[in-house]
């Protein structure tokens, strides 16, 4: 059984760029989480997927989109990057929409806006 | 008041000591907890989580859950140097996808 794999590991971005980021959910799971963990804070909840369609969302704006595809994997979009974007960007997969037994997360991307 | 917090630390204990992380939430639907570990450049790693009152043990780590006081917290005993990491605190309330953690508490388990 393989774990949540997120790709890039590392990236630099201009200000006003756009990014994208990806997460490959463990295997069974249909839900995908993505949280934003900048430096010194704890994660913070951008918004989840499951089955396809956006199920809930935190204090993130529009800019921050995202998609998930029929293998359950999923992209984070990130338009008109701006330096506090910055941060280690997590992905969790689980079974399902509750997170009652705890998330584990993906490895990260560092994204690191100047 | 934030909704999850802990002190930032740093924790500093000496090696074979009982590390005590606590952590407290405003939320009172509060129903499921969890305690994430997180060294420094990785991504958090869940060591326990913890759904009803009283404590709940794992290896060295114990977890203790008090709803009433609004607190939760994480007892690391024979703390080891590899114990060093932030200590992150989640909360969800009952029936939602969404985590709220606290900003960690740096613990330091000096050899």
């Known amino acids: 059984e393989t774990g949540v794999t997120q790709s890039p590991t590392h990236l630099i971005k201009t200000r006003g760029q756009q990014v994208t980021l990806r997460c490959s959910s463990q295997?069974?799971?249909?839900?995908v989480s993505w949280y934003q963990q900048a430096l010194g804070q704890g994660p913070q909840f951008i918004f989840q997927?499951?089955?396809?369609?956006?199920?809930g969302r935190g204090n993130f704006p529009p800019r921050f989109s995202g998609l998930q595809f029929p293998n359950y994997s999923s992209e984070l979009n990130v338009n008109a990057l701006e330096l506090d974007d910055s941060a280690l960007y997590l992905c969790?997969?689980?079974?399902?929409?509750?997170?009652?037994?705890?998330?584990?997360f993906g490895s990260g991307t560092r994204l690191t806006v100047v | 008041q934030k909704e999850v917090e802990q002190n930032s630390g740093p924790l500093s204990v000496p090696e074979g000591a009982i590390a005590s992380l606590n952590c407290t939430y405003s939320?009172?639907?509060?129903?499921?907890f969890f305690w994430y570990r997180q060294y420094s450049g990785k991504s958090p790693e869940l060591i326990m989580s913890?759904?009803?009152?009283g404590d709940k043990e794992d290896g060295r780590f114990t977890a203790q859950l008090n709803k009433a006081s609004q607190y939760v917290s994480l007892l690391i005993r024979d703390s080891q140097p590899s114990d060093s990491a932030t200590y992150l605190c989640?909360?969800?309330?009952?029936?939602?996808?969404?985590?709220?953690f606290g900003t960690g508490t740096r613990l330091k388990v000096l050899a």
């Open positions: 969790a997969s689980s079974l399902g929409l509750q997170g009652n037994y705890g998330y584990t």
């Open positions: 295997s069974g799971h249909n839900t």
């Open positions: 997927y499951y089955r396809e369609e956006e199920n």
């Open positions: 939320d009172r639907g509060s129903q499921s």
């Open positions: 913890i759904y009803s009152n």
């Open positions: 989640a909360v969800s309330t009952s029936g939602t996808y969404k985590y709220i």
